[in-house]
Nanobody, 119 residues
Framework: QAQLAESGGALVQAGGSLRLSCAASRSMFIGQAMGWYRQAPGKERELVAAMTRDGTPTNVADSVKGRFTISRDGAKNMLYLEMNSLKPEDTAVYYC????????????WGQGTQVTVSS
């Protein structure tokens, strides 16, 4: 059964850091490229960063390059997003999911985790 559970979001000041976690079911995670996505109020969901099944970061958004780091733990079926130097424009609900180029067609998403960055 597909399952995704994001956690770690919080209210932080600009310049602060957070680490998001995603617990995925084995069927969602094993052998799959995974990604972090976000949706800000009034905006479309966007891809933040992805990681291939062998652990190579890919498709990192220009807006987060040098500040966010994606990682995965295959033994635990976990995906992480380390976020540093946070900016108010990073405020959004963050989601994890598999990554492929048709990700906009995905119908299953977890509940997400809210990140709010105050100025």
């Amino acid at each position: 059964q597909a399952q995704l559970a994001e956690s770690g979001g919080a209210l932080v000041q600009a310049g602060g850091s957070l680490r998001l976690s995603c617990a995925a079911s084995r069927s969602m995670f094993i052998g799959q490229a995974m990604g972090w996505y976000r949706q800000a109020p009034g905006k479309e969901r966007e891809l933040v960063a992805a990681m291939t099944r062998d652990g190579t970061p890919t498709n990192v958004a220009d807006s987060v390059k040098g500040r966010f780091t994606i990682s995965r733990d295959g033994a635990k079926n976990m995906l992480y997003l380390e976020m540093n130097s946070l900016k108010p424009e990073d405020t959004a609900v963050y989601y994890c999911n598999r990554f492929w180029y048709d990700w906009r067609r995905y119908t299953y998403w977890g509940q997400g985790t809210q990140v709010t960055v105050s100025s």
